[in-house]
């Protein structure tokens, strides 16, 4: 059974880099043919999906967030990192981690709570 868990600082002030760890078991990210996602969901919004890096390394954005976001991975650790800079409260939502493949997002995280606030 794969399962994912996230990481993170919880409380992010306005104009800093959030970074946020998912940790992967049961699978490994190298795996043929799965993508690693990042999802946020903003209180009382709906789900947004960030982006993701593919088992060979290759990433992709979305278009709304690609100035601000970075995804990398340790292979050594089996982890996946997002680094989203310039946050602002808008930024305030659940951020969760997932697998993805051809069908859609099989395995998530149970997601962590990040606040942007002075």
């Known amino acids: 059974q794969v399962q994912l868990q996230e990481s993170g600082p919880g409380l992010v002030k306005p104009s800093q880099t959030l970074s946020l760890t998912c940790t992967v078991s049961g699978g490994s990210i190298t795996t043929n043919y799965y993508y690693w996602s990042w999802i946020r969901q903003p209180p009382g919004k709906g789900l947004e999906w960030m982006g993701a890096i593919a088992y060979s390394g290759i990433t992709f954005y979305s278009t709304s967030l690609k100035s601000r976001l970075s995804l990398s991975r340790d292979t050594s650790k089996n982890q996946f990192t997002l680094q989203l800079s310039s946050v602002t409260p808008e930024d305030t939502a659940v951020y969760y981690c997932?697998?993805?493949?051809?069908?859609?997002?099989?395995?998530w995280g149970n997601g962590t709570l990040i606040t942007v606030s002075s």
């Open positions: 997932a697998r993805e493949d051809w069908f859609g997002l099989d395995y």
